[in-house]
Structures are given as C-alpha cells and as structure tokens.
C-alpha cells in the first residue's frame, strides 16, 4: 500500500506538471482564447498521458484495458466538471489570476482524485497492499 502511494505521489507530481505547464503553454500562446477552452484541451491531452503513467506505473493494473479507460476518461470527466465550475469561481472570489487560480484548483483535485482512482477506476481496495 505505502508503495503504490509513493508511487501515485511521484507520478501525480509528474501529472500535475505536465497539466500545469501544459495550460500556462497555452494560454500564453493563445491569449484571446476562452480560458474555458483551453481548460479542455488541457485535460483531454493530460488525461491521455496520466492514464497512461497510472495504469502502468502507479496501479500495475491488468484489468481489460477497454473498460479501466472508460472508467477513467468517467473519472476524468467528473474532475473536469468540477475544475471548469470552480475556476471562475475562485477567480471572482480570490481576485487571483486564471492560471494561479487553476494551479490552487489542481493541487485539490489531485488529492480528490486519488481516491477515485483508487476505489473507482483501478478497483484497489483499503486493505489491499
């Protein structure tokens, strides 16, 4: 158990960077853009590359690959939708900026995220080591 949480903690440090960076890339290269837009396209693209990193490195899972992704892009879809309603919300309430805002949602949903995975996507039970 202490090993796939150190291993969630390294790999989601990775995700969380590559997500982080990959939305401050493209909102500094397409400034007129919707924030909300690029917000997606963030996600699709970091989804893709999380599932990845936590399918094989994280969980070790070896369950169907076609249903575990369904559970995930599902997952991911929910964090999404929970991401695109706070953003504006922290940005009105706290005054801070669309990236430093989405930087303070991302760290929160990582944490929420872990547990989904956990108990939803890759099926890991709390007493399973």
């Known amino acids: 158990m202490k ?3 150190s291993r969630f903690f390294i790999i989601g440090l990775w995700n969380t ?4 960076v990959l939305f401050y890339l493209l ?3 397409f ?3 919707n924030y909300q837009f690029l917000l997606l396209y963030s996600f699709v693209v970091s989804t893709i590359q999380s599932h990845f990193m936590q399918r094989f490195f994280v969980w070790q899972s ?3 690959y ?3 992704l369904l559970r995930f ?3 991911t879809i929910v964090l999404y939708i929970v991401n695109a309603l706070l953003l504006p919300l922290i940005i009105i309430v706290s005054g801070l900026g669309v990236f430093y805002s989405q930087v303070l949602i ?3 949903l990582a944490i929420f995220s872990y547990y989904l995975q956990k108990l939803f996507v890759f099926k890991i039970r709390f007493t399973d080591k």
Do not use: G, H, Y
């Open 3 to 5: 090993a796939k949480k």
């Open 17 to 20: 960077f590559f997500s982080i």
């Open 27 to 29: 909102l500094r290269s």
């Open 31 to 33: 400034p007129f853009w």
């Open 62 to 64: 070896k369950d169907r």
């Open 66 to 68: 076609i249903s575990e």
């Open 73 to 75: 892009f599902f997952n």
């Open 106 to 108: 991302t760290f929160f």
